[in-house]
């Protein structure tokens, strides 16, 4: 008498979980190879030519430029803008900073000798925005909105916050109304006026802040490009888990953020262990809504 075949084995939670971890170490190498590619890209390296060539100002002028355009982005002197093929709209008025004047000058030292010492002062200069000119276009990066619908993507990770006892409100960000998304320890902001699927991108993003970056224990330990780097990995292999596609988007982001393969492997771990926990619980909330 023939035996009966084998009924194939179930596979075990460590067996789906070895699976997760290997999928996801796939998806952060092919969003570490889309990275190394953004940055490779002549219109890459244009956008960073033309970034090393703008002046960073103090801190003390940043607020001066601030508190007389708030709107500003980019500013340089009259001269800087004709260098980048630019020239200043007539009538538009400079923003004034200081800027420093290193002297020399001689004095009698103590024992009847001359020497020479450095001295600062400074002197009022005029700057401006670029939206104060006209001109070749600066290269840029753009990193495109997310346009595809996630309802179901983003409900998940609503449902996943709720449960992590941090509360999701929906709308323009109060002090940043261009900004996507906000998180505060417990408390995240999506910015409503975009397709869900942004949306569901940006409250990923957010929870990966809310897990590894805003905690007591972890604060203070890393970088702000780093912890974009991390958000933004496990935002992208969330996303892809659930059939979003936001790879175009996230290595953008993450190249303008000094991101590079390199990073990204350094940070493998952080960044599989969030996701996996943001994917387990999301994939929680739908089994429970099933048998409810």
Known sequence: MASLPESPRKPSGKDKAKALRTRIDDDVESLAKAVDAVRASDTFKAFLDVQARFHRYSWHNVMLILSQRPSASRVAGFKAWNGFGRHVCKGEHGIMIFAPRPFKKERESTNGDTETVDGLTFRP???????????????????????????????????????????????????RPDAFGASNNGAIEVNDAHPTGQQAKTLAHELAHEALHWNEKERGTFTHSLAELEAESVAYVVCRRFGLDVEVRASRYIALWGGDAKSLRESLDRIATTARGIIDDAESVETRKAVA
């Not at 990066?141 to 983003?154: E, F, M, Q, R």
Request: no cysteine.
């Open 125 to 175: 200069v005029y700057v401006f925005d670029v939206s104060q000119t006209d001109g070749e276009p600066l290269p840029k990066v753009d990193v495109p909105t997310v346009a595809a619908a996630a309802d179901t993507l983003l409900a998940r990770l609503t449902d996943v916050a709720t449960t992590r006892g941090i509360a999701v409100t929906f709308g323009k960000i109060a002090d």
